[in-house]
């Protein structure tokens, strides 16, 4: 969701590539179940967290607008071989698609990028969508919604839920139906993935198989434990108010759909939920999980150890990012239809 400026984001990516050439797989990893999330941080991970720790969050400083938009703005280069891209538009909303060799155009996934509501682009998150695409073997599609605060809510969520719309019936290789559709999305992403689906069941649309959320910004009233107690090394909690304040303008902070922890989760597929134990917005996720669970929906709530806000996108990834994404696509295969 929350980018460091260019140069910032250049010392991430050094930092991850100092500490990657002394990976190893994790030794307890073979003892868990799979899809279990690991009970401590692998050395790689804790390193580059304490790393981290050393810099100044985002925001908590300045509230630099512009620097944000430029750094989310730019377009990251892919790291998995063989993969393919197709720019497309959905009616007026930019979009595009990722498609790993091996991947079913037919299995279709729209990834909706965080950056507070009012920055980020698909091109930022096209390492993230090879590695899904990749690895669940599906067919990724990246949008490009309306942005605050020259677009407030709800108009960047009328573009996601327009763009599932469209996948239904809308794939890589032009007009087809698909075999199963799923919504993911981080942080302010994450919460426009559980809001597009409280609305498409709201508005009678087809729903997804099941939808993943990361790190998701899930209540905009800020009421949340951890705002106040995580010292989250990526983004300050200063900025949140500045962010609400941009994406709702005047309009009520609790409406379920702005703030989906309040929402009602009754008749809707799985959720899989994903955070770092080290960031602010953590129990924005656990509550978004009690919640669903309570209307009787399935939920698997993922805390990992030791990691921050959106660890998956770091790219190369570390040894949890690389599990979570493994998480992710396993909660894809189970969820889609067979052939």
């Known amino acids: 969701m929350f980018p460091y400026s260019t140069a910032r984001w250049a010392l991430v990516v050094c930092l991850l590539l100092t500490g990657w050439a002394a990976a190893q797989d994790d030794p307890t990893a073979s003892k868990r179940k799979p ?3 690991p009970e401590q941080v692998s050395p790689e991970g804790a390193a580059y967290l304490q790393r981290l720790m050393k810099n100044a969050p ?4 300045q509230f630099d607008f512009e620097g944000l938009r430029k750094g989310m703005g730019t377009r990251r280069p892919i790291s998995v071989d063989g993969v393919q891209t197709r720019v497309t538009k959905i009616d007026e909303i930019p979009a595009e698609w990722v498609l790993a060799p091996g991947a079913d155009p037919a299995v279709r996934l729209l990834y909706l990028h965080g ?22 073997k ?29 996948l239904c019936s809308h794939g890589p290789d032009g007009s087809a139906p698909a075999r199963a559709t799923f919504v993911a ?34 209540d905009l009233t800020l009421a949340s434990k951890s705002l106040k107690t995580v010292h989250d090394p990526i983004i300050s909690a200063k900025t949140m108010p500045i962010f609400r304040d941009h994406y709702l303008g005047d309009q009520k902070p609790a409406n379920p759909l702005a703030s989906p ?18 960031e602010m917005l953590r ?57």
């Open 35 to 37: 899809g279990q999330v």
């Open 261 to 278: 922890v309040f929402g009602d989760y009754r008749g809707l597929p799985p959720l899989l939920i994903q955070a770092g134990e080290r």
């Open 115 to 136: 950056g507070g509501f009012v920055s980020g682009s698909g091109g930022f998150y096209l390492p993230l969508a090879a590695h899904i695409s990749s690895a669940a």
């Open 138 to 166: 599906c067919a990724v599609l990246l949008v490009d919604y309306r942005l605050a605060p020259e677009h407030r809510f709800p108009a960047g969520l009328d573009d996601c839920v327009s763009a599932h719309d469209w």
């Open 283 to 339: 129990d924005d996720s656990v509550r978004v999980a009690d919640k669903a669970k309570s209307d009787g929906i399935d939920v698997k709530l993922e805390i990992w150890p030791g990691m921050f806000h959106v660890f998956q996108s770091h790219d190369p990834l570390l040894p949890e990012g690389k599990e979570a994404v493994d998480h992710i696509a396993q909660f894809i295969q189970a969820l889609t239809p067979a052939k």
């Open 185 to 218: 999305g981080d942080s302010a992403g994450g919460n426009l993935t559980l809001a597009t689906l409280l609305a498409l069941r709201d508005r009678k649309r087809q729903l997804p198989q099941g939808v993943i959320s990361i790190s998701p910004a899930a």
């Open 58 to 61: 985002f925001g908590s400083e």
